[in-house]
């Protein structure tokens, strides 16, 4: 009997906690959509420089968000290494990281694109980065053009690095 109502007590205290969060857990689940818009950051690159990104009139940006840790994103980088050399003139390909990658990191794995690190958690909730790997096409002003979360066939990849 104690134990059904701990059950029931505890099934209840979740329930209230959800109905409160409602739009908190729905925003903390969101993603990044089309039509959002990437703010100009600050950051440092892999290498330890600073690195400034704006979206000028008539520029095209892809960013790659990854963790060093994640599978799916391992899977991905080969992908990305093909695009990424494969990519029309003028658009500008960044990888980001968004952890501290483990020693021996960057001498086991090819990357042959740039990379930087993330600019921050705020940056990162900003634009609803929750999941990885995620791809965003930015046009002029920030705009996100087009985005693919998760392990992208190489046709839809195509279509993300187009001119």
Same mark, same amino acid.
């Given at each position: /009997?104690?134990?059904?109502?701990?059950?029931?007590?505890?099934?209840?205290?979740?329930?209230?906690?959800?109905?409160?969060?409602?739009?908190?857990?729905?925003?903390?689940?969101?993603?990044?959509?089309?039509?959002?818009?990437?703010?100009?950051?600050?950051?440092?690159?892999?290498?330890?420089?600073?690195?400034?990104?704006?979206?000028?009139?008539?520029?095209?940006?892809?960013?790659?968000?990854?963790?060093?840790?994640?599978?799916?994103?391992?899977? /991905?980088?080969?992908?990305?290494?093909?695009?990424?050399?494969?990519?029309?003139?003028?658009?500008?390909?960044?990888?980001?990281?968004?952890?501290?990658?483990?020693?021996?990191?960057?001498?086991?794995?090819?990357?042959?694109?740039?990379?930087?690190?993330?600019?921050?958690?705020?940056?990162?909730?900003?634009?609803?980065?929750?999941?990885?790997?995620? /791809?965003?096409?930015?046009?002029?002003?920030?705009?996100?053009?087009?985005?693919?979360?998760?392990?992208?066939?190489?046709?839809?990849?195509?279509?993300?690095?187009?001119?």
């Amino acid at each position: /009997m104690i134990r059904s109502t701990c059950r029931a007590l505890g099934a209840a205290v979740l329930l209230a906690t959800v109905a409160l969060a409602g739009p908190a857990v729905a925003a903390a689940q969101s993603a990044p959509s089309k039509g959002d818009v990437v703010p100009p950051f600050e950051t440092t690159g892999i290498d330890g420089k600073a690195r400034k990104f704006d979206f000028p009139k008539g520029s095209k940006t892809v960013l790659l968000f990854f963790l060093s840790g994640c599978p799916s994103c391992h899977k /991905m980088i080969p992908e990305w290494n093909r695009a990424y050399a494969r990519r029309p003139e003028g658009l500008q390909v960044v990888g980001v990281i968004l952890d501290q990658e483990p020693p021996g990191f960057w001498s086991t794995l090819s990357i042959t694109f740039p990379v930087v690190r993330a600019p921050g958690r705020s940056f990162l909730r900003s634009l609803h980065v929750n999941r990885v790997p995620l /791809m965003l096409r930015v046009g002029e002003g920030g705009t996100i053009e087009d985005l693919a979360v998760g392990v992208t066939d190489p046709i839809r990849l195509g279509e993300l690095f187009k001119p």
